[in-house]
């Protein structure tokens, strides 16, 4: 941002200009993958390696900087899976390649991956990615130099998602199917662009010793939490895509007879009428998104690596501010709309803990029912939708419950009727305490700290009494051969005399 922009924005959005000054103040970078203590792990003494970070520069700058942030090695592993899947995709969404050369390109694209030398220049123009498929054999060169258990997964992924897109390109240039039709049909095409990704890096995650083992078979959780992210691009990437002739959105969903739509590009039009049926098909589209959100925070809650989590964390949180931002938004319709950069920076600062990332889904959930409108068909699921993620939050993080991050301890809200609950719980286990430990002091089973412990200590006892009926009885005996030794010797003395 220029000074300009900085002095507009101090003007217009005082507020935001304090966030934005805060995050470029106080979010230290973790690393700097140039830094000549890195090299061993970011490949940035390499000029092919250092072409790769370039090109995930251009791909995707916010998307860079968080993948710069994981430690150690991980954030080249998971550089080259992502500019590899890109290589992949760019070749999928590329409508000027022919379905003939397009099949045979992407069904074997992960040995294309693996063969040294390889690339490809057949892209339009236009393509955005093109020029990293051009110089895919920098690409190439680097996954050669991983290590097995991390290639095996990237070639293992590139395989499944080659497939699923190739059959969905093949389908929609030789039947002239151009729509998805089903709700089903459109979660399995998400799930093989985005949910074979979550599957992919929870691998590389467990692969790398920093998240536990079991993590890489939580398939399902994976899956959600990348079709999360996909649906919430896909929703807000309408007029782009529909304008590229590219249609993602279902037609069980859009297509509904009360809607009227026939055609996606109908719901452009400015009318107030087509705005309202439209907003409608806009919301069953977030509903439908909404749906992963409490898989995605139960996916989070799992992470134990703190650059991992944020890896995780922020697109999750983005993609949750996204949907708010789209829901029952008309100009999603005519551009391509984004949430602004002092909410996204303040969402990077916040998205630091499971606890803090369920606050935030929660408070859009919040603002998403508040925009929910009953005359909308989806109204009541909505609500529902939003109700899971408020029910997520507090089974998980009771909101009675403060935690300060200063003393670590935790309190309770006294004007929260729950809090009299919890206290008169305490006081009846106090009770019950008590009680049992006065019924352990009349059987004799006492600790040497005055509480009962239950049978460990009762055989401890035993074992005392014991020993003291032994020693009792010794006395006893002792006293009955002292006195009988002291007749025997009176009686001795007395007849001598």
Wanted: glycine residues 6%; charged residues 25%; contains cysteine.
């Amino acid at each position: 941002m220029g000074a300009a922009n900085w002095l507009a924005l101090l003007l217009t959005h005082p507020f935001e200009f304090r966030t934005l000054v805060q995050f470029y103040l106080y979010h230290e970078q973790k690393r700097d993958i140039a830094a000549l203590k890195e090299h061993p792990t970011s490949g940035w003494d390499r000029q092919s390696m250092r072409r790769c970070w370039e090109f995930l520069d251009l791909t995707s700058r916010s998307f860079s900087a968080v993948v710069k942030e994981l430690e150690g090695d991980l954030a080249r592993i998971i550089a080259l899976f992502y500019l590899v899947l890109r290589g992949l995709d760019t070749i999928e969404d590329d409508m000027t390649i022919p379905d003939e050369v397009k099949q045979p390109l992407l069904r074997a694209f992960h040995v294309h991956t693996v063969t040294p030398g390889w690339n490809y220049n057949g892209c339009g123009p236009d393509e955005k990615d093109r020029q990293l498929l051009v110089e895919y054999d920098t690409v190439v060169d680097e996954v050669n130099t991983l290590l097995p258990d991390y290639k095996n997964v990237i070639i293992d992924i590139t395989q499944k998602m080659e497939t699923g897109m190739a059959d969905y390109a093949h389908k929609a240039a030789t039947t002239g199917s151009i729509y998805l039709e089903t709700v089903a049909e459109y979660d399995l095409y998400c799930h093989y662009v985005a949910g074979l990704v979550g599957e992919g890096l929870s691998r590389i995650f467990s692969a790398s010793g920093k998240e536990s083992p079991t993590l890489g078979a939580q398939l399902e959780l994976s899956n959600s939490m990348g079709l999360l992210l996909q649906k919430t691009n896909i929703i807000r990437d309408y007029r782009e895509d529909v304008d590229e002739k590219r249609y993602f959105w279902p037609r069980e969903v859009w297509g509904r007879e009360e809607y009227g739509f026939k055609e996606m590009h109908e719901m452009y039009a400015t009318d107030a009428d087509t705005v309202r049926r439209a907003t409608y098909a806009q919301s069953g589209m977030v509903l439908d998104a909404l749906r992963h959100t409490t898989d995605a925070l139960d996916y989070l809650r799992i992470l134990r690596n703190q650059s991992v989590f944020n890896f995780c964390a922020i697109p999750a949180t983005m993609a949750i501010a996204t949907l708010e931002l789209c829901f029952m938004n008309k100009e999603m319709f005519q551009r391509n709309i984004k949430i602004r950069k002092a909410e996204a920076a303040k969402l990077i600062m916040r998205s630091t803990n499971p606890r803090e990332v369920g606050l935030i889904f929660r408070e859009y959930a919040r603002k998403i029912h508040a925009k929910a409108i009953p005359s909308d068909p989806n109204f009541i699921r909505i609500s529902i939708a939003c109700g899971k993620i408020e029910a997520w939050c507090e089974h998980n993080y009771p909101s009675f419950v403060n935690y300060s991050p200063e003393t670590g301890k935790q309190s309770l809200d006294p004007s929260d009727p729950r809090t009299r609950v919890v206290q008169r719980e305490q006081e009846l286990d106090a009770q019950l305490a008590k009680k049992k430990r006065v019924e352990d002091i009349r059987n004799g089973v006492v600790a040497a700290n005055g509480t009962a412990n239950g049978a460990p200590r009762r055989a401890e006892t035993t074992s005392i009494a014991t020993r003291e009926l032994m020693m009792y009885v010794g006395a006893a005996f002792a006293l009955v051969i002292g006195i009988s030794l002291a007749i025997v010797w009176a009686m001795i003395k007395y007849s001598e005399a």
